[in-house]
């Protein structure tokens, strides 16, 4: 008898723990109309050179989630960019780079993309702002930011 | 060897039991005990004891449970960058603005190995190094900035 209790009781102590992480991934995963989608953003510098950018996006309109970070396109902004961890699962971000090397992107150029978790059938509306982009010495610079939607 | 009959009746004397027990006190003592004991050994003993091990089960899943959920809830995505609320980010280029130049010029002057201003060890570890521009970038893209 002993030993059925324990068996019993082992066996709650592994089930339960999977089953709560299971339906937690499934309620995630399985509520209506969510979906991903990435959202590119290009920053064009002219004919400077791209040392430095700071800007931040925000949901004017929509359910967003922002669930991801990803560098730039040029060597300079491959890595991660800096930005608040807090703003994972949020619908406002505030991202920046910067490269100390000689090779930096001039024109337009991507500088990040962005994971986003869209929930609901409605198409969100973001509002993109250049806080400062900066040449190699550290002085900022006139520069266009916009960005484009990706799957 | 013989005893004699006088010395028999004597030491039967001094050890037999001066008081002792009818046999129908004996017999109600052991009927009580078996009465007493008998539930435990009968078919309802076993499903008390049954049933006690699954409330006990039972509240051990709850604790479990309560538990569990704590260690499947997701946690923050992790860093190993400073936290921001043990230091304060400074203001390199002195614009009254945190951006991410005060970081870059942190990080072009370290670089460039010159002469460091004591107030730009940002995280007060005695060097000025990449870790404080990290802090200085972080405090430009921090959410919450009204501390800045």
Request: glycine residues 8%.
């Amino acid at each position: 008898m002993n030993k059925i209790t324990s068996i019993i009781l082992a066996g709650i102590c592994f089930i339960i723990p999977v089953l709560a992480q299971q339906s937690e991934q499934d309620y995630s995963t399985a509520q209506p109309g969510v979906r991903f989608a990435l959202l590119h953003i290009y920053l064009d510098s002219g004919n400077r050179d791209l040392a430095a950018y700071q800007f931040e996006l925000k949901a004017a309109a929509g359910q967003i989630k922002i669930v991801g970070v990803e560098g730039g396109q040029h060597k300079a902004f491959k890595e991660a960019p800096y930005y608040d961890p807090a703003a994972l699962a949020n619908d406002r971000i505030i991202i920046a780079a910067f490269s100390t090397g000689g090779d930096l992107p001039k024109g337009r150029t991507r500088i990040a993309t962005i994971h986003l978790q869209i929930a609901g059938d409605a198409e969100p509306q973001y509002e993109l702002k250049l806080t400062v982009a900066g040449n190699a010495e550290a002085k900022e610079i006139p520069a266009e930011i916009t960005f484009e939607k990706g799957e | 060897m013989r005893i004699p009959s006088k010395l028999s009746a004597d030491l039967k004397a001094l050890f037999e039991p001066q008081v002792g027990v009818p046999p129908e006190v004996d017999r109600a003592v052991m009927d009580r005990a078996h009465k007493h004991f008998a539930p435990l050994q009968s078919g309802k003993g076993r499903r008390l004891r049954v049933h006690w091990s699954w409330r006990i089960a039972a509240a051990a899943a709850v604790v479990i449970f309560a538990f569990s959920l704590d260690l499947t809830k997701q946690t923050g995505p992790a860093t190993d960058r400073f936290s921001l609320s043990e230091t304060q980010a400074t203001d390199i280029d002195q614009n009254g603005r945190v951006d991410i130049l005060d970081a870059f010029k942190l990080a072009k002057h370290i670089e460039s190995t010159g002469p460091a201003e004591t107030e730009w060890d940002i995280n007060g570890d005695g060097l000025i190094d990449r870790s404080d521009v990290d802090v200085v970038a972080l405090a430009a893209v921090r959410l919450d900035k009204e501390v800045l």
